[in-house]
């Protein structure tokens, strides 16, 4: 990797450690809730600006994939985890150390899955359901796969709506912290709030670092090749169907991730955050951030999560998403954070300074 | 090189290529001429594994490559120019070569691939001047050179041409079929396959006529320019001027 391509990433982390110590000293530090809950959408904004972007796959039902971690780390750190086992296998489970009993503060057995397992099995169970999902699915193009994505999404939004296991209408709550290490907590403890804003932040820029390399490899330029013409790119040699599977799973699992710690963070999850809004949220948001532009689609995850989440949109939260959505696709259906774009700025810019600077 | 036997194939219920037997030896230029919708495309298509073949058999250096995935057919040296040329727009020319290099990519020949970019711009100077631009933003025969030098970047065996001179002026149109002559006195063995009949005929060693997914007619280029039926079908000459 090239000097010009840590360098931004390395200004990202300044900021974000700025950010901290501004908050904490002028006691504003109730902000960094938002921010880290603002990381943990953006990753999954990342993980469709992957999908949709670079390799031109639409996603209409990645809300479900962040709610499919956010639900299995729900069940697994509550005790709604008992409905999973007869009496007899949830001890034996216990005694092999794979569910921990404990008390909760009045006094009852509480049960929870370590963290360890909880978060591999978030993330398996998403794997399977991407891949099974991905197979029929991404042999479908353009606004095809759009409807058939949105139609995965809305059957996991009833699923989660209408199970007992899952809470309901309801949602689950009172999920318990994640331990990362002894004495760090992913969870919704005041004095945690630090580590959180940390750990949220730290997995992001990871997942940025990740993707920026993946995109720059042999890898990204296949993924480009698909996204012009899926038929010249079979004829160049790629297995464009393989590329297309491992994509879609990877950009599942990195929303599974980022719903796995919300939940925790929260301590809590409803079935909203499966919903088609939320998934159109999501694509809204890529549309804006530039599609094949990665750090426009962090930019852009954080901020307009964080105004959302500070309540600057009102009641119009979801108008605001949709009204996004139409006015990208009417004026610049390619996105409006890209190169070409942004070149054309600096060619207007060097034009309108030159008679200054000769 | 290949020989291809009762090939059949065709799309859902759609039976478009009928039996087609062909062969192509080492080091010619074959042309396969016919009207739109005879099948021409999709008989290369289904060389390149893209359309899967239903009978038949096609072997490729005496390799049964018939039914195997494309980046497989394309590693062992059949290498595609697609109709349309179907370059990767918003890719420069430098990524476009090296995408067309993607099946040596991951294995030891990658150290070959800079020796082959320069050979590919020695060949078309023009790509190179422009190599930082963006492939959407090249002329059109600017493209087609651009796709077959990035199919020459697969180290090719065999190169299968469709349509090159589609859309083309025909000054444009002769210089790319000067580079095919080119590629041939390189060692390249070529199936080119065109609705410009005559230009087509003018360059190749021999030819089929293809007509609703069959081949009709074949012979040598000379043959089949002086065949009296491709004369009034593919080359314009009318009755009068055959008859007189």
């Known amino acids: 990797m090239k000097i010009s391509s840590h360098l931004p990433v390395a200004l990202l982390g300044a900021i974000v450690v700025l950010f901290q110590v501004l908050m904490s000293a002028t006691g504003t530090d109730y902000l960094l809730i938002?921010?880290?809950?603002?990381?943990?959408?953006?990753?999954?904004?990342?993980?469709?600006?992957?999908?949709?972007?670079?390799?031109?796959?639409?996603?209409?039902g990645h809300a479900a994939f962040f709610a499919l971690g956010g639900y299995t780390a729900a069940v697994l750190s509550t005790n709604n985890l008992t409905q999973l086992f007869s009496a007899?296998?949830?001890?034996?489970?216990?005694?092999?150390?794979?569910?921990?009993?404990?008390?909760?503060?009045?006094?009852?057995?509480?049960?929870?899955?370590?963290?360890?397992?909880?978060l591999g099995t978030a993330?398996?169970?998403?794997?399977?359901?991407?891949?099974?999902?991905?197979?029929?699915?991404?042999?479908?193009?353009?606004?095809?796969?759009?409807m058939a994505t949105l139609g995965f999404g809305t059957i996991l939004y009833r699923i989660f709506l209408g199970t007992r296991i899952f809470g309901e209408a309801d949602g689950i709550s009172a999920v318990r912290p994640c331990e990362i290490l002894p004495?760090?907590?992913?969870?919704?403890?005041?004095?945690?709030?630090?580590?959180?804003?940390?750990?949220?932040?730290?997995?992001?820029?990871?997942?940025?670092?990740?993707?920026?390399?993946?995109?720059?490899?042999?890898?990204?330029?296949?993924?480009?090749?698909?996204?012009?013409?899926?038929?010249?790119?079979?004829a160049m040699g790629i297995d464009t169907a393989r590329y297309k599977l491992n994509i879609f799973v990877i950009s599942a699992v990195f929303a599974a991730l980022g719903g796995y710690f919300m939940t925790h963070f929260n301590g809590g999850i409803g079935p909203s955050e499966a919903g088609i809004m939320k998934s159109v949220r999501y694509v809204a948001i890529v549309a804006v951030g530039g599609m094949a532009n990665l750090w426009g689609c962090l930019l852009?995850?954080?901020?307009?999560?964080?105004?959302?989440?500070?309540?600057?949109?009102?009641?119009?939260?979801?108008?605001?998403?949709?009204?996004?959505?139409?006015?990208?696709?009417?004026?610049?259906?390619?996105?409006?954070?890209?190169?070409?774009?942004?070149?054309?700025?600096?060619?207007?810019?060097?034009?309108?300074?030159?008679?200054?600077?000769? | 090189m290949l020989r291809i036997r009762n090939l059949?194939?065709?799309?859902?219920?759609?039976?478009?290529?009928?039996?087609?037997?062909?062969?192509?030896?080492?080091?010619?230029?074959?042309t396969i001429i016919g009207a739109n919708g005879s099948g021409k495309t999709t008989l290369l298509e289904t060389i390149t594994g893209i359309v899967r073949p239903r009978a038949g058999e096609i072997l490729y250096k005496k390799r049964n490559i018939s039914g195997m995935p494309p980046e497989r057919i394309v590693a062992l040296g059949c290498s595609l120019v697609p109709e349309g040329r179907q370059v990767f727009a918003t890719m420069t020319v430098h990524e476009n070569l090296v995408i067309g290099a993607y099946t040596r990519s991951s294995g030891p020949d990658r150290e070959n691939v800079p020796e082959d970019l320069e050979s590919v711009y020695a060949l078309f100077p023009i790509l190179k001047e422009r190599n930082r631009q963006l492939a959407g933003t090249l002329s059109g025969g600017e493209q087609?050179?651009?796709?077959?030098?990035?199919?020459?970047?697969?180290?090719?065996?065999?190169?299968?041409?469709?349509?090159?001179?589609?859309?083309?002026?025909?000054?444009?149109?002769?210089?790319?079929?000067?580079?095919?002559?080119?590629?041939?006195?390189?060692?390249?063995?070529?199936?080119?396959?065109?609705?410009?009949?005559?230009?087509?005929?003018?360059?190749?060693?021999?030819?089929?006529?293809m007509e609703t997914g069959s081949i009709v007619l074949e012979g040598t280029a000379r043959e089949l320019l002086d065949n009296h039926d491709v004369q009034r079908a593919y080359l314009g000459k009318d009755y009068k001027s055959i008859g007189e």
């Open chain 1, 34 to 60: 938002q921010l880290t809950m603002s990381a943990y959408y953006a990753l999954v904004v990342l993980g469709l600006c992957l999908l949709m972007g670079y390799a031109g796959q639409i996603s209409m």
């Open chain 2, 8 to 30: 059949e194939s065709g799309y859902g219920s759609l039976k478009v290529l009928r039996g087609v037997t062909i062969h192509i030896n080492s080091g010619e230029i074959v």
């Open chain 1, 123 to 146: 993330v398996l169970i998403t794997v399977a359901v991407s891949f099974a999902i991905g197979i029929p699915v991404l042999r479908l193009k353009g606004h095809y796969l759009a």
């Open chain 2, 144 to 209: 087609q050179m651009l796709a077959i030098g990035r199919s020459l970047m697969a180290r090719p065996g065999l190169i299968m041409l469709d349509e090159p001179s589609m859309g083309l002026a025909p000054i444009i149109v002769k210089h790319i079929f000067e580079i095919i002559i080119q590629l041939r006195s390189r060692g390249n063995t070529i199936l080119l396959v065109e609705q410009n009949a005559k230009a087509a005929l003018g360059i190749a060693d021999r030819g089929y006529v």
């Open chain 1, 183 to 234: 004495g760090l907590f992913v969870g919704g403890d005041p004095s945690q709030r630090v580590f959180n804003y940390y750990f949220a932040w730290i997995l992001l820029i990871g997942a940025l670092v990740l993707l920026l390399n993946l995109v720059r490899s042999r890898v990204g330029r296949a993924l480009r090749a698909i996204h012009g013409s899926e038929e010249a790119a079979g």
């Open chain 1, 88 to 118: 007899g296998v949830l001890e034996w489970l216990v005694q092999k150390g794979l569910i921990i009993l404990s008390t909760d503060a009045y006094g009852a057995a509480a049960y929870r899955a370590p963290a360890w397992l909880s």
């Open chain 1, 300 to 358: 852009m995850g954080v901020v307009l999560n964080f105004l959302s989440l500070r309540g600057y949109f009102g009641s119009y939260d979801d108008a605001v998403f949709g009204a996004l959505l139409i006015i990208i696709m009417a004026l610049a259906p390619e996105g409006i954070f890209r190169k070409e774009s942004i070149s054309r700025i600096k060619e207007l810019t060097r034009r309108l300074s030159w008679p200054f600077w000769k």
